[in-house]
């Protein structure tokens, strides 16, 4: 149980913390622009239903016809409304690259930990692992690891995406997180708490684990921009949903009916656009963060 | 020397065993490597029971996975079910297309990187220098493949100055003619053009903070205070030094290339193992999507073991660790 005091005690290094954070804010251009842009297309997302003109997966004119006022970015090959597509693809690539980020951040965590705070043979052969994974093609591995999960019968599509991207992901979270637990592991309070008697689990995950999440949060907010981008190549490439429309799909579906030698630009060209504003959102927000937690980057 | 050399050579024995298995294990925990064969009703019962017995599919887990190596190491990589031929023979088809494209454009992309690079980070916060940083930021959000679909627009079809897809005009075949040649590279020049534009410019930040960092070394304050010309400093001592690192992650960034191969070959058609990866995707070609990621992967780790000796003849430190 927590008392009152640690409570009370609590509340205030929040309050602190997120006051230093809002007065590093009003000093970053960049993450400003970043956090406005995000929150731009994450209410986009939220609110696409009250947004979108038509539903993205009604037939609701001609095919392929180019845009007019009542379709701004004209239809797709199925009389679909392409800008109410763009709408709802946000929530997919959102989605996607949140959790595919978060698990793959969280996998190489706990590589990154036991490998830190075990040392010897396992930090060897952990990070022997972590090096090969590495130095692979990623996509080239993604792609495999996409293409044969979904032929699990447990698993959707999306599911195969999300573990995909992150079984492919972890192992620069891994290097960064076991160079911190290796600084970490060698303070004070860790020998104490080891004088008391306190279990390796408890020692990593409750001593260790809160130290490193300045990092974590930068790495994480750094895999979003690189999961929504896997995301999207996967569906570039056939691999995503068929029913889910993410902007990837959108893409893909333009290219199999040769919308660019058609010259309709206004169905290939709005998704990608999408797509590189949102990951630029994320890497600027990225940049910031690791401006704020390491102030020597800082100009 | 030659420990080292032997040392490097085991590690990537190992890392070569390492991808094998995980290749392995991942196609025959998900399902039937014969399932797709066997529901083709193209596929005679003779050829399926030569594949069967070729990599032993009936016997246990450890033998399926010996005669998997055994096979491998015989360039036995298992039968396509889309093009009815062995694995092998086709990626052997592609693989020099590929091979065409990534080689040239790892050398000309870190050069110009190198080159761009050094000029950002000597003039570090000149206009020249914050519009290479920006840009870098910017073309890093962009989806890889779709400004190879931009370029394609642009130039094949707007601009109709490049051809819309494939390595040669429908038709010709490979010959040592000066108009087959033509022709090649002018179906060459986009795909190319890309992956160069695009590692190069993701690479450019990397080698600009490098030099930025060698430049707050005590020996180019030396080296200004003994009073070197500007230009000896710059190329002599900082430039030279931000080799090294550059030198370190050619590796990845061939790895980093093969994975543009993918999107780039399928926006233009290009006929190369890149193209051959989606082929194998959108058939459900599993016996070959297996064989490009050996084949791919292999050529990872052979252009790892020649970077690593290439790096140890630059940096005698190496060899003595």
Redesign the interface.
Known sequence: MVSRLELSERMYTLRRSLNEFMFFLRHSRMTQVGIALLSAIVLMAVFADFIAPYDPYARVGNAMEPPSPEHPLGTNDMGQDILSELIYGARISLFVGFVAAISGTLIGTLVGIVAGYFGGVVDEVLM??TD?W????????T???A???T??PSFTIMVSVILAIALTSWPGAARVVRSAVLGIKERPYIEAARAVGSSDARIMFRHILPNTVPILVVMVINRV?GAM?SE??LS????GDPTAKSW?MI?HYA?IRNA??L?M?WW??P??IM???T??AV??IG?GLEEYFNPRLRR | MKTYLIRRAIASVITFFAIITIVFLLARFTGDPLAELEDDPRMTPEVLATIKALFGLDKPLHIQYISFIENLFRGELGFSLHYMRPVAAVIAERLPYTLALLIPSITLSNYLAYKIGIECGWRRGSKFDIAMVTSSIFLRSVPYFWLAILFLYVFSVELGVTPLFGAMTPGNRPSLTWEWIADYLWHYALPFTVLVFRATIVRVLYIRNTLIDILGEDYITTAFAKGLPDKEVKYKHAARNALIPIITVLGLRYAYLIDGAILTETVFSYPGTGRLVYEAVVNRDYWLLQGVVVILASSVIVVNFVIDLIYSLLDPRVRYR
């Open positions: 022997r692992i090969i590495l130095s692979m093609p990623m996509l080239l591995f792609i495999f690891l293409s044969i999960l032929k699990l921009a981008l999207a190549s570039f490439l056939g691999l990837g893409i290219m660019v030698m010259r630009w290939f060209l998704p990608g797509i590189s504003i990951v630029l890497v600027l940049i």
